[in-house]
């Protein structure tokens, strides 16, 4: 009787323990922000869920998807909130470049949407800026100021 108790236990424990890291991965959502612009023009916030790392040669995850909302908090008319996202991510040459993702909204009250995905990721930055209606971010946005660092494989 005290073997077969014993022998339950065993396999209870090993079936929590092999569920554990389900468990963890499933609670990888993490809150940011919220973010502003020099001024307070412009602010950004959401969640950013990063899967599947992996701790080869290069450590990437293997998705990580970004969502959140960008809002423009000037009633300027011609300034817009920009969120600028900077991700590094693991090339087929097993290089570390990098591209930007940049969302924009010049609707002050309205907040924009936004969610993406990107596969083998090292590192995710966010800039919030706040700057005219242009069809991507400039330059000063771009490489003024301190990127915040949102993700980074470990």
Not at 41 to 55: I, N, Q, S, Y
Not at 118 to 141: F, H, I, T
Request: aromatic share 12%.
């Amino acid at each position: 009787m005290k073997i077969t108790r014993a022998l339950a236990g065993l396999a209870l424990t090993t079936a929590f323990v092999a569920l554990a890291p389900l468990a963890a991965q499933a609670a990888s959502a993490t809150s940011w922000g919220p973010y502003y612009a020099p001024g307070s023009k412009a602010k950004a916030v959401g969640t950013l869920d990063a899967r599947g790392e992996d701790h080869a040669d290069i450590p990437t995850a293997d998705i990580v998807k970004i969502s959140g909302k960008v809002y423009d908090l000037t009633r300027s008319s011609s300034t817009c909130g920009w969120a600028v996202f900077r991700i590094t991510y693991r090339d087929a040459g097993g290089n570390l470049p990098f591209t930007h993702r940049s969302f924009r909204d010049c609707s002050y009250g309205t907040p924009l949407k936004f969610s993406f995905t990107r596969s083998d990721v090292y590192q995710v930055e966010l800039k919030v800026c706040a700057e005219g209606k242009a069809a991507k971010p400039s330059l000063n946005c771009l490489y003024a100021g301190t990127w915040k660092t949102l993700y980074l494989s470990k």
